[in-house]
């Protein structure tokens, strides 16, 4: 069978128990699954229980990420690699499901390129940050991913990646899962959240785009706000490397992985056999 | 070839980098090697800044072990798993050696009881201590391990173990090492850490007993203080499970690994081909 990937947001309010739940019943069945998760909210919360200063770097197109200096990536591959990573393994074990957990540094899983000079925007002026290691995505290990699953283990991923100079760098989970999931050529790619969806109408959670094909991501790309950018380009890379269809749903349902394939969400396909959600609009 | 298992020492003093230099030239020269790593420092280190106090246990025997409660568990798996293992990973990716950091969690690697209620000391009394999460070693999943080598990973593990309620358990590092060796039927188990090897008359760096023959082992045991108890125990259990070379050696000379297998350190071995030792002696 084809693998499925699926992605847990690591923000407040993602419940993992059922994620893990779901991802465990899924194997069970057959299927393999390869789970990338998020660390935002542990990271936030080592960080702040060791006096490191939490900071934003907003870009000059509004993009938010967090600024990863030596400090803060020392806090955010513990909380990553070592605190979420090892939680997820040790619940999936506890469900029966053979889980190996692996960060993108090991095996040269996922290997980046740091960006060593950001533009950021601090009191509506410009300035580089030259201190920051965070990466941009190049290219992810499907042979080791392959191996594992075939000897029948479930990898979980944390969102680290390997530099050019064997720098630890932080990295987007939902553009990493993109990048495992095209490797893999994976049917389904599901990106949880806290979120149910795109919304058009954010925060209404009753707006939510129920389709988007391929030919209106450019129009999804304009009604994603906030950290919902992110899902939509991560789900526009993950059809240009060939998986037809990806889901964006809620994790903070009691089923959300097997409520997102039964038709929850926001489905982002290849094909175009569904009606256009109404609200894609053509006043874009 | 057969593996080699290399456990180095998670203490204050510890040269990861020369370490990781020898493992990455082994394994250049066609030698399959698996390295585990302790912690101490890390977690010490990681738990001080975060305010979570560092408690020692003292057992009725006199050996003393970190009292790994949920709070500090959580620091635990953040320095092993996340710190210690990712910079040891990305370091020897940086020398060309394709590396795969694993925790006993993962695959199941390690399986550990959980000791629910632990005997201590404190003040000349004894108590019972319920909420520790440290585990007595089963197994090792030798599987994951030759899978792994066979395709060209040098896998380094973290010292953590997956309980029989899926907990995740803090296991001593020398022994987990032992029982990966005897399950890969390694040919050398080198055990490196900030003390030259065994000594007659600790701390005394000039009285190093060169060789244990395991006939010996009791004497050996005898001569030990602290720490290196633990090793002592470690190589025995190796030699039982048919490992038929164990050398504690030094981690801070410049090639560590090369140098004990030169024959520096205290090589404990199956057979009595050496002459024994005069300063394990009769006297005991």
């Known amino acids: 069978m084809t693998p499925f990937v699926i992605k847990v ?6 419940n993992l128990e059922t994620v893990a739940a779901d991802v465990a019943a899924l194997v069970e069945a057959g299927r393999p699954v390869v ?5 935002s909210a542990a990271a936030d919360a080592l960080a702040e229980r060791a006096g490191v200063p939490v900071r934003q770097l907003v870009s000059p197109s509004g993009h938010v990420s967090r600024h990863t200096n030596p400090e803060m990536l020392e806090i955010y591959v513990a ?21 190996v957990g692996l960060s993108g540094v090991d095996g040269r899983l996922l290997l980046a390129r740091r960006k060593a000079a950001i533009r950021a925007v ?6 580089v940050v030259r201190d920051d290691y965070t990466g941009k995505l190049l290219s992810a290990n499907g042979d080791l991913l392959r191996m594992l699953l075939a000897a029948g283990y479930t990898p979980v991923i944390a969102p680290l990646a390997l530099g ?5 760098l932080n990295v987007d989970g939902d553009r990493a899962a993109a990048l495992i999931a095209g490797s893999l050529q994976a049917s389904h790619l599901i990106i949880l959240s806290n979120v149910p969806g795109l919304l058009a109408d954010f925060p209404d959670e009753a707006s939510l785009v129920s389709h988007v094909p391929r030919s209106q991501l450019d129009q999804a790309m304009n ?8 899902k939509v380009l991560a789900a526009r890379e993950a059809l240009e490397a060939g998986v037809p269809t990806v889901i964006l749903a809620d994790s903070r349902v009691p089923q959300p992985v097997q409520t997102a394939l039964a038709g929850a969400g926001t489905w ?13 609009g053509s006043n874009m």
Not at 9 to 14: D, I, Q, Y
Not at 122 to 127: D, K, L, S, V
């Open 9 to 14: 947001g690591g923000g407040a309010g993602v």
């Open 35 to 39: 789970l990338v998760h998020g660390t």
């Open 79 to 99: 909380a990553a690699a070592g605190q979420v990573n090892k939680r997820l393994v040790a619940m999936l074990q506890g469900l029966g499901c053979n889980a």
């Open 122 to 127: 601090e009191n509506g002026r410009q300035r």
């Open 164 to 168: 050019q100079q064997a720098e630890r």
């Open 223 to 230: 009604l994603a706000q906030g950290r919902m950018k992110k």
């Open 268 to 280: 982002i396909t290849e094909m175009s056999e569904f009606a256009t959600d109404a609200r894609l």
